[in-house]
């Protein structure tokens, strides 16, 4: 692992909030004394979770608006970790809202940064067995469309046309290792 000096931090002022998003400008001065000014949304110990709910021999997913893109993504379940919540807690919630199943039995596969750059957040990706039916209602305003996907042709997400955002992308990778390892272990 390389040793690197991590740039000074010389001021941080808050410049733009939103409902959703405070905006720092972060001035940094860097081992060779180059000084910079980044942009940052404010850091949070605020987490999310991600959740691949499988049932039988396929995956649940489902079609949520982006309005960051303008169209529809297909996509696993997702969502904010809610204060007093932990990862798992959060991860049966989502499913009940957005799918509405629960699961017996969830698994942390990873936690990924997302944007590090510009976000503190993280991703928690969890994957669901043993579901069975339960309904909560969620923040939704509309109802989500559900697609099933046989985890034997898992892989071919990667050319669905709506398939294309990067957590739902490492997601299915992690997923991929996950499930090949199982079935090693079985044989």
Known sequence: ?????????????NIAHS???NIQSVDLEFSNGVKRIYERMKPTNREAV??????????ILIHEYAVGIEQYELGFPKGAIDVGENMFEAANRELKEEIGFGA?????LTTLTMAPSYFSSKMNIVIAHNLYPEHLKGDEPEPLVQIRWPLADMMSLLEHPDFNEARNVSALFFAQRYLQEKNNKQY
């Open 19 to 21: 409902r959703l998003f």
């Open 50 to 59: 991600l959740i691949i709910p499988v049932v039988g021999e396929e995956l």
């Open 1 to 13: 692992m390389i040793d690197l000096k991590k740039p000074k931090i010389l001021n941080i002022n």
């Open 104 to 108: 017996e039995k969830l698994e942390l």
